[in-house]
């Protein structure tokens, strides 16, 4: 017998219960911890829905406006963006920034600590967030900023350098 497929566990599971879960836009739960500048609220945690490897929700940064530096120390994040015009600053002191808008995707490594901006100021910045953990770590940061940080563009095989065209 062929071990490829996982055997269904002796006790029947209540897939009624213990099975998807659908969050509504308007039932986040905006209890998570915050960082100056942002708004984040957790639609799937541990204590919403059971998960225990992912924390996902919404971020939204006001018009004009940029985060406080923080890392989310051993997490790993994703951060996708829905509307508007991300500016990301990480680095020791900040020094390091990329642009983003919607429809980008953005990693965020472990304890790399980093600063949201808003490069609109006029529209908010929306964003859906994903992290590795059920629980929403963040260790908001006191960082003397870089004042002209070096922009990081997205290089490889197929994204050529800006001034390589």
Not at 17 to 26: F, N, Q
Not at 49 to 59: D, E, F, I, R, S
Request: hydrophobic letters at 35%; proline letters at 8%.
């Amino acid at each position: 017998m062929s071990d490829e497929h996982q055997q269904a566990p002796q006790t029947p599971i209540d897939w009624r219960e213990h099975g998807v879960k659908v969050i509504k836009g308007d039932q986040l739960d905006t209890n998570t911890p915050q960082t100056p500048g942002m708004n984040r609220a957790a639609a799937i945690n541990a204590a919403r829905v059971g998960a225990q490897k992912l924390w996902a929700g919404t971020v939204m940064i006001h018009p004009n406006a940029k985060t406080g530096a923080h890392h989310h120390g051993a997490l790993e994040s994703v951060i996708y963006v829905v509307r508007g015009h991300a500016r990301m600053r990480w680095g020791e002191h900040l020094e390091f920034t990329a642009e983003a808008g919607p429809g980008d995707f953005i990693f965020v490594p472990p304890y790399v600590p980093h600063q949201e901006i808003n490069a609109s100021t006029d529209d908010p910045l929306e964003c859906v967030l994903v992290r590795s953990d059920n629980e929403a770590v963040v260790v908001n940061l006191n960082i003397d900023a870089v004042e002209k940080p070096e922009t990081v563009y997205w290089v490889d095989p197929i994204h050529k350098h800006p001034h390589d065209h």
